[in-house]
């Protein structure tokens, strides 16, 4: 059973940037493509950026695109999220996940002030 434990979330002001941290243990993260999802208040999770097993493929959501993005290091069972020009629409929980799993972290929260 795969966990996944993410870090790295806060409270910044619009233009500012963070960088996640998705933590596995208890399997091998290079066995599976990898993403991020998030969640804000009164609404469904969504999709936010996905990245292939050996990192060679990634894909954003349309809302992300050119502000954020996903790495990963697999010696270090380790995907990341390095978030750039934040915006208050930013704001949500934001979880990691073994894409096409049921493998989900606690999630970690990010707070963009205007």
């Known amino acids: 059973q795969v966990q996944l434990v993410e870090s790295g979330g806060g409270l910044v002001q619009a233009g500012g940037s963070l960088r996640l941290s998705c933590a596995a243990s208890g399997g091998t993260l290079s066995t599976y493509s990898m993403g991020w999802f998030r969640q804000a208040p009164g609404k469904d999770r969504e999709f936010v950026a996905s990245?292939?097993?050996?990192?060679?493929?990634?894909d954003y959501a349309d809302s992300v695109k050119g502000r954020f993005t996903i790495s990963r290091d697999n010696a270090k069972n380790t995907v990341y999220l390095r978030m750039i020009s934040l915006k208050p629409e930013d704001t949500a929980t934001y979880y990691c996940t073994a894409m096409g799993y049921s493998y989900w972290g606690q999630g970690t929260q990010v707070t963009v002030s205007s």
């Open positions: 990245i292939s097993r050996t990192g060679n493929n990634k």
